[in-house]
């Protein structure tokens, strides 16, 4: 089994940073992918970013340029810097893990989430 604890929401105003934090523990295989996931209040979760054990990037078009998806492999840790927030970014930030090519065609591990709340 896979646990993921995420750290470091918030509220903060908007055009300010906060930096999300992911510890995973238990039984973990070297080839996997970690995620950001985030899901506003009468909206659908929505991928954020995600990051492969090999350090491969993928973010939405919406956070392009403001967040930075980072890993310490060593340390099961991922992170998720995010600038120049935005009042459209508040939501509940997941953190996922998983194995295999997608989320829908993976096996998905998921945290309880972290609130950012911005601030306009």
């Known amino acids: 089994q896979v646990q993921l604890v995420e750290s470091g929401g918030g509220l903060v105003q908007s055009g300010g940073s906060l930096r999300l934090s992911c510890v995973v523990s238990?039984?973990?295989?070297?080839?996997?992918?970690m995620g950001w996931y985030r899901q506003a209040p009468g909206n659908q979760r929505e991928l954020v970013a995600d990051?492969?054990?090999?350090?491969?990037?993928n973010y939405a078009d919406a956070v392009k340029e403001r967040f930075t998806i980072s890993r310490d492999n060593a340390n099961n840790t991922m992170y998720l810097q995010m600038n120049s927030l935005k009042p459209e970014d508040t939501a509940v930030y997941y953190c996922?893990?998983?194995?295999?090519?997608?989320?829908?065609?993976?096996?998905?591990?998921w945290g309880k989430g972290t609130l950012v709340t911005v601030s306009s």
């Open positions: 990051i492969s054990s090999s350090g491969s990037t």
């Open positions: 996922n893990f998983r194995y295999g090519p997608s989320i829908r065609y993976g096996t998905n591990y």
């Open positions: 238990g039984t973990i295989f070297r080839i996997n992918t």
